[in-house]
């Protein structure tokens, strides 16, 4: 049995708990995106950075665990009904989603029928999408649940990010600083222009700066045991939905959606 199969169970801080193997397995699955749903070893070892022989012991579990489907006739793996299920449970155990609906639709029924709602949770430096409200308009934002946004540069991503308790957001900078360096001036900016929003207008603004094409507004939410905070936007195509309308005709109606939702919840912050 090689090194390689006996994977030494400490985190690069040295954390005897850390179970490395888990670790890469998760990684492998988080490697799929929306629009690039079949990968093969190859491609899941340059996202990874990890050797060709460890990845595909790794997508050989995740097989035959029915959390990762193989195709013979293009030698590609895509996700299977095992990370669903996990989804489904996730989704069932956030209260948040199911209260958040009402008020994503009402959202949605102000004067710009371009108009798209979603509500996000953190995950590492992504905020994911686990509810969305759109238009019936075809161009509103084509984006569904799942869909992951960085935590720094969208006006979603941030508005979680303000909302943490201040030691849980720092842990979130350094991890980002280290992860990704090259970006370190980029990142102390958008946070910076994060709180600097929400102390003026009681949300964070996003226009165009994770996409060209995308405005949008978002706050936080608060969950009522106080243990998550959650992001709540609304925006849509730049060519339709304009900042200023935004401003004018939505942040006051997200703040109050936000305030209904957070109504008792510990330790949220003044807006």
Known sequence: MGKDDLIEDVDADGD?????ALARGLDV?????PYETNLTNHEIAQRTGLPKPTISRLTHTLRKLDY????????TY???AGVLALGFGVLSSIEMTDRAREEMAA?????NPNI????AEQHRLR?????????????SLTINVGARLPLFHSAIGRAILVGLPEKQRQALVDQALAELPDER??????LDKGLRDYEEYGLCTGFGEWKNEVHGIAVPVFSLNGDRVHGLNVGGPSFFVHPDELMEHYAERLKKAAQNLSSGAPGKPAA
């Open 127 to 139: 905020a994911v999408y686990t509810a969305i409200q759109r238009s019936k308009e075809a161009v």
């Open 29 to 33: 699955l988080r490697c799929f995106r």
């Open 78 to 80: 895509r996700l299977g």
């Open 16 to 20: 005897r708990k850390f179970v490395t």
């Open 185 to 190: 001036k980029r990142t102390i900016a958008s």
């Open 68 to 75: 990762l489907v193989y195709s013979e006739r293009t030698g």
């Open 107 to 111: 959202l949605c029924e102000g004067p």
């Open 116 to 119: 798209t709602s979603a509500l």
